[in-house]
């Protein structure tokens, strides 16, 4: 049984003391591959240096979080386009809008989200998204972009069932990680109705560990929590959420399919 981390922080500092651990205790876990979102520029050296050090387990992702949108937006917007000119990256991410910290930016927000959106659908690759305080305001601006080109993921889903569906609607996937294993978030009740066919699996690590790890550092080992979660929700066997949720990582993410077998080996 493999399982994909479709969304983790892994060169962040948090992780110095003990990285190949972490990584070696996801695999034992049988936690295959790490998909890896980009903050802002600050970020993509290190990134892509653990990209390089585990070749066919991490893939880099490109692009400006929206806790990143400042005054110089667009000069950090330049330097995702340059990259994304560089080099293939396995989606555009993690972009959106977060109006939980500061709302100062909104509007700048919105128009990095959407130029971004565009470079997905030019470049033929998936986005994924961001989404705090703005999940109506972001499923509304994904209604209006979408065309055959776009497909993605509401990273960290912890909305409605309403908003799931709306989400479904547009092909994306949910993005669920350790939100459903707490007790009074009510995401369980909502994944009750949701069919796995549209569920990929996450950590956000070093953020938001599940229970029982609540409250402590998070890591891509703790994707298992997560599938144990929803194997009992869904009353289902976990082979069968290892399964359909992998399966869907890889129609996100096709090089998790064509990288799979060399994955299971390689290491610089």
């Given amino acids: 049984m493999r399982l994909i981390d479709t969304h983790t922080h892994l060169y962040l500092e948090q992780f110095d003391d003990g990285r190949e651990e ?6 034992e876990s049988g936690v295959e591959q790490f998909f890896l979102p980009n903050i802002d520029s600050s970020s993509i050296t290190r990134m892509l240096e653990l990209e390089e050090a585990w070749p066919g387990r991490c893939f880099a992702m490109m692009g400006l979080h929206p806790c990143s949108v400042k005054e110089n937006f667009e000069e950090e917007l330049a330097i ?20 939980y910290w500061d709302k100062t930016f909104f509007e700048q927000q919105k128009e ?15 986005i994924v998204i961001h989404s705090r305080e703005a999940t109506d305001i ?8 979408k065309d055959e080109r776009l497909k993605g993921v509401f990273h960290c889903f912890s909305g409605t069932e309403t908003q799931a569906r709306r989400i479904i609607e547009l092909d994306f996937f949910l993005g669920i990680g350790g939100v459903v294993t707490f007790k009074n978030a009510g995401l369980d009740q909502v994944m009750e109705n949701i069919s796995l066919e549209h569920v990929v699996l996450e950590t956000d690590s070093p953020y938001l560990a599940p229970v029982p790890k609540r409250g402590k550092r998070n890591e891509s080992a703790y994707v298992r929590l997560v599938a144990e979660k929803l194997a009992a929700i ?6 069968e959420v290892a399964e359909v949720t992998t399966r869907n990582a890889e129609s996100l993410f096709p090089v998790a399919a064509t990288a799979g077998g060399a994955g299971r080996t390689a290491r610089k």
């Fill in 112 to 126: 990095a989200f959407l130029l971004q959106v565009e470079w997905a659908k030019e470049l033929g690759i998936p």
């Fill in 80 to 99: 995702v386009r340059d990259w994304l000119d560089e080099r293939p990256f396995c989606a555009v991410g993690e972009i959106g809008i977060d109006l």
């Fill in 138 to 145: 972001l499923i509304d601006l994904v209604e209006k972009a």
């Fill in 234 to 239: 869904k009353g289902v066997p976990f082979r």
């Fill in 22 to 27: 972490m990584i070696q205790r996801a695999l």
